[in-house]
């Protein structure tokens, strides 16, 4: 099994775990000189299980302004400074289908 980091000249890592070589043994699929990689490769499974726990419950990141919003009466001019903070193109601070969740929760409460 080889290191499957890709070098800066473009080509893949030669290291393949064996004794005689100096990059040491394959863990998580590189070697010692890129366990960089591998760390990084680590930090992006954590991220997708976290976007995945999301996935399951989307109600525990609902912020708590539109659950108050969702509790009382229409007010239009509460929808309006809602939907302006929740837009889809304008907040990044959320993943896209959790701002589209949340502006159609305050369409919802509209209708």
Same mark, same amino acid.
């Given at each position: ?53 999301? !996935?399951?419950?989307?109600? /525990?990141? #609902?912020? %708590?302004?539109?659950? $108050?919003?969702? *509790? ?19 907040? !990044?601070?959320?993943?896209? /289908?959790? #701002?589209? %969740?949340?502006?159609? $929760?305050?369409? *919802?409460?509209?209708?």
């Amino acid at each position: 099994m080889r290191c499957r980091a890709i070098k800066k000249n473009g080509k893949q890592c030669r290291q393949c775990g064996k004794p005689q070589q100096s990059g040491g043994e394959i863990i998580n699929g590189y070697c010692n000189y890129h366990k960089q990689f591998r760390d990084e490769d680590t930090k992006k499974t954590e991220d997708t299980k976290k976007t995945e726990d999301t !996935k399951e419950n989307p109600n /525990s990141e #609902i912020p %708590l302004e539109i659950k $108050l919003y969702l *509790s009382k009466p229409f007010d239009k001019y509460e929808y309006y400074r809602l939907i302006s903070k929740y837009h889809p193109d304008k907040n !990044k601070s959320y993943s896209v /289908s959790l #701002i589209t %969740l949340f502006s159609q $929760l305050i369409n *919802s409460h509209k209708i």
